[in-house]
């Protein structure tokens, strides 16, 4: 692991030059102004550090919310097929849009609960999902952007986990168009594994996302709901 130097370590590294040539004139000359003039630099440079820390906080917390509307506009988009199938191919736990959009707070962090093992319907089921995740490559490189603008390191890695997932799929599918991804999954333990975490993951997030709008922003998370609940009725009555 390699050591990441403190953001501005130069300048606090000034302050410190700056009290230790206060100490050693003091300790030539032993004119005692000098060191109470040493302790003036360590005292600029904490507050110094602490008021970076105030602004980074605050940076961090508009970045988040912004990151939280971009995700309300992808969600509601982009993203929207994507969801609606990996929830509609659900086993257990049986957790269905309608149910999202009504439920209590303490009722959504049960469900992230129950959420932390899934199972699918079919594997045919699981296909349709994968499938999704591949059409939305441009989503994920489009999240990974914002990652990087941003510097959430978790998402970007996230991200990557999931691109590099969906081209597995699409150079498995460009040398055998008419087979499933996801019967030459069930051969591979270590592609099942992976397999297992992008569609779970997802529905987590899904669920991690309605949380943090039902108790920030009940509105956006209400007309969300509302989308989701209507084009997940629409597709039951074609189906």
């Known amino acids: 692991m390699t050591l990441k130097l ?56 508009a970045k988040r919310q912004q ?35 009504n439920s209590s707070l303490e009722d959504l962090r049960r469900m992230r609960c129950q959420a932390e093992v899934v199972t699918y319907k079919s594997p045919e089921a699981m296909e349709a999902i994968i499938q999704e995740y591949a059409k939305a490559k441009a989503v994920w490189l489009n999240f990974m952007e914002r990652a990087i603008t941003y510097n959430f390191e978790s998402i970007f890695l996230d991200m990557i986990y999931i691109i590099h997932f969906t081209d597995d799929y699409r150079a498995f599918k460009d040398l055998n168009p008419g087979d499933l991804f996801i019967h030459e999954a069930e051969k591979n333990e270590w592609l099942m594994a992976k397999v297992r975490k992008v569609l779970t993951d997802g529905i987590q997030k899904f669920l991690d996302y309605a949380i943090e709008l039902k108790e920030k922003q009940p509105q956006v998370f209400h007309d969300l709901m509302i989308d989701y609940e209507f084009s997940s009725r629409s597709l039951s009555r074609q189906a």
Do not use: Q
Request: net charge positive; hydrophobic share 55%.
């Open 6 to 61: 403190p953001r501005n370590a130069g300048f606090y590294l000034s302050f410190v030059a700056a009290s230790f040539l206060f100490l050693t004139l003091e300790h030539l000359t032993h004119i005692e102004f000098f060191f109470h003039l040493a302790a003036i630099p360590l005292e600029v440079m904490v507050a110094v550090f602490i008021v970076e820390k105030l602004l980074e906080k605050r940076e961090s917390k």
């Open 67 to 101: 990151l939280m509307y971009i995700k309300s506009y992808m969600f509601r988009s982009d993203m929207r097929s994507l969801f609606l199938a990996n929830f509609a191919g659900l086993k257990t736990p049986e957790i269905t849009m309608v149910k999202i959009k």
